[in-house]
């Protein structure tokens, strides 16, 4: 990881989002460096799904600005995020669970072909080819969401972030339904992100699992920054004491 | 793509899976062909066999088929539209009543606008108003039961335009009835749009999980509203068709309709809840139901007898679907 040389593919400063007179977020700076993890640290409540909204474009910031690749911009919804290259895998996976793998994977953005029907012979082998690559280990792309199990749904969910981020991916904990050796696959796959160069932002109450994945570590405690930490050089007690904000 | 980690998938567990995905197919089917056997056999000295009776039941079922088409449309998107009856008798009173007073192109407009104009109605409800579509299109199904019945003071409205009853009714085109070549068409058109178009991807989506659909970017609203509108459509068309095909119109055409058509689409593989369906098998499903009332007539039953026994075949047939499709 070099931080230096390159720009951030996300750059939040001063973000700030009130709720009437309750303020949800202030003073939230932060920037995400291609190829980077950061997770996103926080008591229930401590803001973490706030500014997940705020940077997937469903809340407004009230304050602040958000930079994407160097070009501050305003996102008035979902799809002005998507089409700035940053995806999300919601907690409840926003998956269709009675469709198909191939048609989940292109839900919205549907490929057709010259006489506008479904191209469904290159959704296929888009996703067999992503599926590969992410060693998501699923029956086939034609398998059913609902005959999936939870590893294997989630590994699905981020293959299709994956396929369409070109910026940035959200994860929103991404193992919190999940069993030992599906939790492990799903790291692994989070982990094979990097290489793609694009910047990861996890949400996580599991701080094994943080520590294992993670670059930079950023604590929020009641809507406040409290800090942004190397992983390498920090350890879990310091981390703790960030979010209770007990010594 | 087969790897599949023996952790992860228990290849037994998926494996049947794929056994009840496909019997589940071919429920619709397999009762089709019982139905038929048993009244070929039962009826076979009452002329259940002739041509002219089994293209009999396929000019009959006609319109229920196309109103079929719409509700597999509506009920993938997770809505339900109860008015279609209604908006048959609507349509073909305010087709024949303008035919007679404009001609044919004002009929025929007439009719298919009376639907697209109720379909609207639902469909702002549901949509935009976000009213739950059972209770909208309940109420649009007495309303427009009650425009029907007072448009023309109960009295039956001759369809005499020739033009209009050989197009919509009794014509032929290269030997074929016209009727067939509607239902031909109709499921075609349907198909491809149900399962080779963006438009029907976002359907299914939609009543599948419409946060999932809403979040990827789909109007939810707006493929409600459109759903709606089809269903609206398609119900005119198959009032249009009854005029046609009966030479006149009244108040009580589709009356009966609603259940014969819910029945069909289930029993075809498409799910009262949402997110899954079939063109094709609503097509089966409607020539089963279609075959069904042909046979106990020629069995000699009583109306009455004709609609208990109906009825019980139709739970039977939909409790057989349901159970195969819920696990």
């Not at chain 1, 939040?12 to 980077?36: C, H, M, W, Y």
């Not at chain 2, 239902?183 to 419409?210: E, K, Q």
């Amino acid at each position: 990881m070099t931080v230096t040389d390159v720009s951030p593919v996300l750059k939040l400063t001063d973000i700030r989002k009130n709720f009437d007179a309750v303020t949800a977020i202030e003073n939230f700076s932060l920037d995400i460096f291609p190829g980077e993890i950061v997770a996103l640290v926080g008591d229930n409540g401590a803001g973490k799904s706030t500014l997940i909204k705020i940077i997937s474009g469903v809340y407004a910031p009230s304050a602040g600005t958000i930079t994407i690749e160097g070009e501050t911009v305003t996102m008035a919804s979902a799809s002005m995020a998507r089409a700035h290259g940053i995806e999300v895998v919601y907690q409840d996976l926003a998956l269709a669970d009675q469709q198909t793998v191939y048609m989940n994977m292109f839900l919205g953005r549907e490929p057709v072909n010259r006489f506008g029907l479904l191209d469904r012979g290159k959704m296929i082998s888009d996703t067999e080819k992503l599926v590969q690559e992410l060693d998501v280990r699923i029956p086939s792309a034609h398998a059913t969401i609902r005959d999936l199990s939870g590893g294997q749904r989630q590994g699905v969910a981020i293959a299709r972030a994956t396929h369409w981020a070109s910026k940035l991916i959200l994860l929103d904990e991404p193992t919190a339904a999940l069993g030992v050796a599906e939790t492990a696959k799903v790291e692994a796959i989070v982990q094979s992100l990097k290489t793609r160069n694009i910047g990861v932002l996890i949400i996580s109450h599991s701080l094994d699992q943080v520590f294992k994945l993670s670059d930079r570590i950023c604590v929020l405690r009641r809507g406040k920054q409290i800090g942004i930490r190397k992983t390498s050089e920090t350890d879990k007690n310091e981390i703790v004491s960030m979010i209770t904000g007990v010594n | 793509m087969s790897k599949t980690n023996p952790s992860l998938v228990p290849s037994g567990r998926s494996l049947s899976l794929l056994g009840k995905a496909n019997l589940q197919q071919y429920v619709v089917y397999l009762g089709f062909l019982a139905i038929f056997l048993f009244f070929a056999i039962v009826l076979r000295d009452s002329g259940f066999l002739t041509v002219r009776n089994l293209s009999n039941i396929v000019l009959q079922t006609a319109p229920v088929t196309i109103m079929a088409i719409g509700l597999v449309f509506v009920l993938s998107a997770g809505e339900i539209d109860l008015s279609i009856g209604s908006i048959v008798a609507v349509s073909a009173l305010a087709g024949a009543v303008a035919m007679n007073g404009y001609g044919i192109t004002a009929g025929i407009a007439a009719g298919l606008c009376a639907g697209l104009l109720i379909g609207l109605v639902n469909g702002v409800l549901v949509a935009y108003v976000r009213l739950p579509s059972f209770l909208v299109t309940l109420a649009t199904m007495g309303l427009f039961a009650g425009v029907a019945r007072s448009l023309t003071d109960l009295r039956s409205i001759p369809v005499t335009n020739s033009a209009f009853t050989g197009f919509f009714g009794s014509g032929t085109l290269l030997g074929i009835p016209s009727l067939v070549w509607w239902t031909v068409g109709a499921i075609c058109i349907g198909h491809i749009v149900y399962r080779h178009t963006r438009f029907g991807a976002h359907v299914l989506a939609t009543g599948d999980n419409n946060r999932a659909a809403s979040v990827s970017g789909i109007s939810v609203p707006r493929i409600r509203l459109t759903v709606l509108m089809m269903s609206g459509v398609l119900a005119s068309l198959a009032g249009l068709l009854y005029a046609g095909r009966l030479q006149a119109a009244k108040y009580t055409l589709g009356e009966t309709d609603l259940m014969t058509v819910i029945a069909a689409v289930i029993v075809g593989g498409t799910l009262l809840n949402g997110g899954k369906g079939s063109i094709i098998g609503a097509l089966v499903g409607s020539l089963m139901m279609g075959m069904l009332n042909n046979g106990l007539i020629l069995m000699g039953l009583s109306v009455s007898d004709q609609m208990i026994v109906r009825g019980l075949i139709i739970l039977a047939a939909v409790a057989v679907s349901l159970r195969e499709k819920s696990r």
